[in-house]
């Protein structure tokens, strides 16, 4: 096999094109071993039903900073999911 760094680049990603990873399960006969991913199972696995929950409820920046939220960090007014910006 050549130096991957020999490879052409491949402008246009689609989803079933692969990637080359390592397994990283514990306690299973495939820990380390090399694998092929699909783009598509790698967007499946990224964004398949995120969740977030525990978030403290303020009514605005003002209010998370004084909660001790981080600017950045996040909480929520009600349902709306919020960032703190300052």
């Not at 402008?11 to 380390?32: H, P, Q, R, W």
């Not at 499946?44 to 998370?64: E, R």
Request: net charge neutral; no cysteine; charged share 20%.
């Amino acid at each position: 096999m050549a130096k991957i760094s020999t490879y052409n680049n491949d402008g246009t990603v689609e989803a079933a094109d692969k990637l080359i990873g390592t397994d990283g399960s514990t306690n299973s006969a495939d820990t380390g071993k090399t694998k092929n991913y699909t783009v598509a199972a790698l967007r499946t696995f990224m964004f398949a039903s995120p969740s977030i929950t525990g978030l403290a409820d303020y009514a605005d920046d003002t209010a998370a900073a004084a909660g001790n939220v981080p600017v950045n960090g996040l909480y929520r007014t009600g349902s709306v999911v919020k960032i703190r910006v300052s």
